[in-house]
């Protein structure tokens, strides 16, 4: 079920749990932010992630590929 990855996502954020994560989201991850702002990499994502103080919210929509979170957008 694709959404069990977005809970499963959350859950790593809010636990802190970076490692697990990175093993959520594929290499070459788009992440469209609230504000407008399109991050690209998982690299970028995750220390923008680790260091955000906005709690995440779940996506208005998203995309896998190869099993992992490729695409991800907030409204």
């Known amino acids: ?9 959350m859950e790593a954020v809010r636990a802190s749990r970076w490692e ?27 220390g923008w992630l680790a260091s955000s103080q906005v709690p995440l919210e779940p996506p208005t929509r998203f995309e896998l590929r190869d099993g992992q979170i490729y695409r991800w957008w907030s409204a």
């Open 20 to 46: 697990d994560l990175k093993l959520l989201l594929h290499p070459y991850l788009h992440w469209s932010r609230r504000d407008g702002l399109t991050m690209r990499g998982r690299t970028n994502v995750l």
């Open 1 to 9: 079920m694709p959404e069990a990855i977005i809970c499963d996502a």
